[in-house]
């Protein structure tokens, strides 16, 4: 008899347990995923004319009915959909900031902001300049555009008043302005008028003293024909200023690793110099009095080298060099880089 109780109830519970089975919930097996998914959906809380189930929710699904797929496309898509949003806050920002004036960042684009004749041009042609980005225009002479980097300017302003305070006077760097459009801050520098001195004869050795006190301060590396440029005050001038020209910002292939220091720094220069670097082909070219001077100061460096290999941060990362009415820092931090 109490066999027979034992099975009826066992019957009983399987057809409850079945009943409940079916018109209850199917969960997945990993409930915190199935989360994550759905909370990266373009979908979610959406309905779908091709499939109206990926407006269910899984709690009110029957059993076997599947999540739906999120399409690989549609997923890239959606994250393309979130960098814009992220160029939008950016924008939206910046136009904040510039009308109330309250940010380190107004200070600063008024401050570099170019000549009246200038931004007129500027306006005139915005079109063109956000279209192409980069590089010379044909109505806009005088003038390059050189992207949204505002580090390009940032440096820029560190390196000139790097060469005051040593007293460099056969040495310049470009000037960089910036301008916004639409939102976007874009960087312009005045192309260098060479003039008649575009084959001025080899660097002297005063000039290479001031470049090597240039290159010892601030770790530049882009030091090409390309890229310090004689003008026709017969200075030579330097171009790029972006944080990838100074050694130490990123790895170098043709450096050491770090710790980057003034030893590491001049012999970088010594490798332009010899044509041995990857800009080779536009290597700088010395008087040979001026080269053998180099040489020299590179050997009394390693004879000092506990001194000589002490960690000098390289430009991007200084901030000694900056201009006293703006915080450079703050302004990277507001743009959020």
């Avoid at 997945?28 to 998914?37: A, W």
Wanted: proline residues 5%.
């Amino acid at each position: 008899m109490e066999f027979f109780k034992k099975l009826l109830f066992s019957i009983a519970a399987s057809i409850l347990a079945a009943y409940a089975h079916a018109a209850d919930v199917s969960f997945p097996d990993k409930p915190s995923q199935q989360s994550d998914i759905n909370n990266i959906s373009p979908y979610v809380g959406q309905k779908r004319s091709c499939d109206n189930q990926a407006t269910v929710s899984p709690k009110k699904r029957k059993k076997g009915a599947e999540s739906t797929p999120i399409d690989h496309q549609e997923f890239i898509d959606f994250i393309k959909e979130k960098e814009l949003s992220k160029h939008l806050m950016l924008v939206t920002f910046i136009k904040n900031a510039l009308n109330s004036g309250k940010f380190e960042l107004a200070k600063f684009v008024k401050k570099y902001t170019p000549p009246k004749t200038v931004c007129t041009l500027i306006e005139l042609h915005a079109k063109s300049i956000v279209k192409q980005k980069n590089g010379p225009i044909e109505q806009f002479p005088g003038f390059y555009i050189k992207g949204t980097d505002l580090a390009r300017i940032i440096n820029a302003e560190r390196m000139h008043t790097c060469i005051k305070r040593h007293n460099l006077n056969c040495l310049d760097v470009a000037q960089k302005y910036v301008y916004p459009i639409n939102g976007t801050l874009y960087v312009f520098a005045r192309t260098v008028d060479l003039g008649k001195n575009r084959n001025k004869p080899k660097i002297t050795i005063e000039e290479a003293r001031q470049l090597a006190t240039l290159v010892e301060e601030t770790g530049y590396k882009d030091l090409s024909l390309q890229n310090v440029i004689r003008n026709t005050d017969g200075k030579l001038v330097i171009i790029d200023t972006e944080d990838r020209s100074f050694l130490g910002y990123q790895y170098d292939a043709d450096t050491d690793s770090t710790p980057w220091c003034k030893l590491q720094f001049l012999a970088n220069l010594l490798r332009h110099v010899a044509g041995i670097s990857s800009q080779s082909k536009h290597r700088l070219i010395l008087e040979d009095e001026a080269k053998q001077w180099l040489e020299n100061r590179y050997s009394l460096y390693k004879s000092k080298r506990v001194e000589m290999v002490k960690y000098t941060p390289p430009l991007p990362y200084m901030t000694h060099f900056d201009d006293p009415d703006i915080d450079f820092e703050l302004v990277k931090k507001e743009l959020g880089f």
